[in-house]
């Protein structure tokens, strides 16, 4: 038995070091240092996502003015497109170098980090359907109102203030306008440079106006990083005497301004306009599932014969990682792998890692119990007589009882995987472009909210449902084999 764990932890290793090494491949490919920006580009002019020669791509002034800064200081630019509550962690961890976001200097941020001089000035408003325009002529009259707000924005803080306000705070700029459209909520509070993007016939600015309508826009580099501040201050100062920032706000304006939304398009066109991005995210979520249980199944099987070991302390060890890993929600798992681990340790996985990471041991506690009841289901004479035979007990193991055990709880695996599969769409919300993202992503770009889920349903659909009728063809191979 020995002899087998210790070759199975040697696997387990090999494989551990496997994601380390391979899968960040596509990180690193320039001899240039990396500027990391830290991004919600969701808040266009500022940053959004524009498809551009068919690929999609994040753009805004914002970016360009991030593309001076790193011109100026001779590295290439990396972006990371993350949520607007998620940025702050994010540069105090050091997974991103800088945030240009829009974001608001305040002095609440300002015990977290630091911030360049201001860059651009906006104005806070209130947005609201064209009918309820009358409804809110001040801001006391918000009082009770059902509103929308970007989640760990200002806005959100000014919504908390108002009195009795049923306040809804999400991750996008444009969820909060879909919200509205559909009436779940009366009135948002946003940017005036922002909201110009979204006015129409149907939304309207109301009469209200926040207290403190000027906001200011800053970028938020680690506390008591003077070089970069400089640096970053130095190029801000040439642009704003060249009035390079009115230049490329209006740019950016007139760049989201354009798109081509004469008749909203029927969801076949949208799966067929943004096919690439539905491919790439198919390719990811298989890769992150694939990955996920097959570590999850190494780990797991390790876990199982640690269970099974007999040695009290490892059998102690085991049932507790398989406990814990199933009775806590694989979402907290994935915010411990990819921030706290960054923000405790240091240890900063991407997205890809985090989400194999996950993945695994997640699937492997489930893998891990699996395994034991087959094990267990394995009649103990089939052991004792291959004992008797002379085997050694991992010999045995090895080629009598695992290959049994296995078999019968192929059925399992197999629902496993197809569940990974589906989980495997919670890696969206650290940036993983799978399938899920991509969704919203489209979702974003064609302001429609069904067709694009309703396609990465399908997709989700026929790789599970097609994996399924796989598992069943195999199975029915097994038992034939059984049969002769
Ligand atoms: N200026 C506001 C703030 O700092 C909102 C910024 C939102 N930015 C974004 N990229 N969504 O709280």
């Given at each position: 038995?020995?002899?087998?764990?210790?070759?199975?932890?040697?696997?387990?290793?090999?494989?551990?070091?496997?994601?380390?090494?391979?899968?960040?491949?596509?990180?690193?490919?320039?001899?240039?240092?990396?500027?990391?920006?830290?991004?919600?580009?969701?808040?266009?002019?500022?940053?959004?996502?524009?498809?551009?020669?068919?690929?999609d791509?994040?753009?805004?002034?914002d970016?360009?003015?991030?593309?001076?800064?790193?011109?100026?200081?001779?590295?290439?630019?990396?972006?990371?497109?993350?949520?607007?509550?998620?940025?702050?962690?994010?540069?105090?961890?050091?997974?991103?170098?800088?945030?240009?976001?829009?974001?608001?200097?305040?002095?609440?941020?300002?015990?977290?980090?630091?911030?360049?001089?201001?860059?651009?000035?906006?104005?806070?408003?209130?947005?609201?359907?064209?009918?309820?325009?009358?409804?809110?002529?001040?801001?006391?009259?918000?009082?009770?109102?059902?509103?929308?707000?970007?989640?760990?924005?200002?806005?959100?803080?000014?919504?908390?203030?108002?009195?009795?306000?049923?306040?809804?705070?999400?991750?996008?700029?444009?969820?909060?306008?879909?919200?509205?459209?559909?009436?779940?909520?009366?009135?948002?509070?946003?940017?005036?440079?922002?909201?110009?993007?979204y006015?129409?016939?149907?939304?309207v600015?109301?009469?209200?106006?926040?207290?403190?309508?000027?906001?200011?826009?800053?970028?938020?580099?680690?506390?008591?990083?003077?070089?970069?501040?400089?640096?970053?201050?130095?190029?801000?100062?040439?642009?704003?005497?060249?009035?390079?920032?009115?230049?490329?706000?209006?740019?950016?304006?007139?760049?989201?301004?354009?798109?081509?939304?004469?008749?909203?398009?029927?969801?076949?066109?949208v799966?067929?306009?943004?096919?690439n991005?539905?491919?790439?995210?198919?390719g990811?979520?298989?890769?992150?599932?694939?990955?996920?249980?097959?570590?999850?199944?190494?780990?797991?099987?390790?876990?199982?014969?640690?269970?099974?070991?007999?040695?009290?302390?490892?059998?102690?060890?085991?049932?507790?990682?398989?406990?814990?890993l199933?009775?806590?929600?694989?979402?907290?798992?994935?915010?411990?792998?990819?921030?706290?681990?960054?923000?405790?340790?240091?240890?900063?996985?991407?997205?890809?890692?985090?989400?194999?990471?996950?993945?695994?041991?997640?699937?492997?506690?489930?893998?891990?119990?699996?395994?034991?009841?087959?094990?267990?289901?394995?009649?103990?004479?089939?052991?004792?007589?291959?004992?008797?035979?002379?085997?050694k007990?991992?010999?045995?193991?090895?080629?009598?009882?695992?290959?049994?055990?296995?078999?019968?709880?192929?059925?399992?695996?197999?629902?496993?995987?197809?569940?990974?599969?589906?989980?495997?769409?919670?890696?969206?919300?650290?940036?993983?472009?799978?399938?899920?993202?991509?969704?919203?992503?489209?979702?974003n770009?064609?302001?429609?909210?069904?067709s694009?889920?309703?396609?990465?349903?399908?997709?989700?659909?026929?790789?599970?449902?097609?994996?399924?009728?796989?598992?069943?063809?195999?199975?029915?191979?097994?038992?034939?084999?059984?049969?002769?």
């Open positions: 038995m020995k002899r087998i764990y210790c070759r199975y932890a040697a696997i387990v290793l090999a494989a551990v070091m496997m994601i380390l090494a391979v899968v960040p491949a596509y990180a690193a490919d320039s001899t240039k240092q990396k500027l990391v920006l830290g991004t919600s580009a969701d808040f266009a002019p500022y940053e959004f996502h524009k498809t551009i020669d068919g690929k791509q994040i753009v805004g002034f970016i360009e003015i991030a593309k001076e800064i790193a011109k100026d200081l001779d590295r290439e630019l990396v972006i990371e497109d993350i949520g607007f509550d998620a940025l702050l962690p994010a540069l105090q961890s050091g997974r991103v170098d800088m945030v240009i976001s829009g974001m608001t200097p305040t002095d609440e941020r300002k015990r977290s980090i630091d911030f360049s001089d201001n860059y651009y000035q906006s104005r806070q408003v209130i947005v609201v359907k064209a009918e309820n325009k009358s409804k809110f002529p001040t801001m006391d009259s918000l009082r009770g109102a059902k509103i929308g707000v970007q989640k760990g924005s200002i806005q959100e803080e000014i919504g908390m203030g108002i009195p009795d306000a049923q306040l809804t705070s999400l991750d996008k700029i444009s969820d909060i306008i879909l919200q509205l459209r559909t009436n779940r909520v009366e009135a948002a509070i946003m940017e005036d440079t922002v909201a110009a993007g006015l129409d016939s149907e939304v600015l109301a009469p209200a106006v926040p207290d403190v309508p000027e906001v200011q826009a800053a970028i938020g580099i680690q506390k008591g990083n003077t070089e970069l501040l400089n640096s970053i201050n130095g190029t801000l100062d040439r642009l704003k005497a060249n009035n390079d920032i009115e230049r490329m706000v209006e740019e950016a304006s007139a760049l989201a301004a354009d798109r081509p939304q004469a008749k909203s398009p029927n969801i076949i066109e799966f067929w306009e943004y096919r991005y539905y491919i790439t995210g198919v990811y979520t298989l890769l992150l599932s694939a990955l996920g249980v097959l570590f999850g199944f190494i780990i797991g099987l390790f876990i199982c014969f640690i269970r099974m070991s007999g040695i009290r302390v490892l059998q102690w060890i085991g049932t507790t990682y398989v406990e814990i199933r009775g806590t929600p694989m979402l907290v798992q994935l915010m411990i792998v990819h921030y706290g681990f960054s923000l405790t340790f240091g240890i900063n996985f991407s997205p890809l890692q985090s989400g194999i990471i996950t993945l695994s041991i997640n699937s492997s506690a489930y893998l891990a119990e699996l395994f034991r009841a087959g094990i267990q289901g394995v009649d103990r004479g089939q052991m004792e007589a291959a004992r008797s035979l002379g085997m007990r991992g010999k045995a193991m090895r080629f009598i009882i695992l290959p049994q055990a296995l078999k019968a709880v192929l059925p399992a695996i197999g629902n496993e995987f197809i569940t990974i599969i589906k989980e495997s769409s919670i890696i969206s919300f650290i940036g993983m472009m799978d399938l899920m993202y991509q969704a919203s992503v489209v979702k770009i064609t302001f429609q909210g069904m694009p889920f309703i396609i990465a349903a399908a997709l989700y659909f026929v790789m599970t449902f097609g994996l399924s009728k796989l598992l069943g063809l195999w199975e029915r191979k097994l038992r034939a084999s059984d049969n002769r």
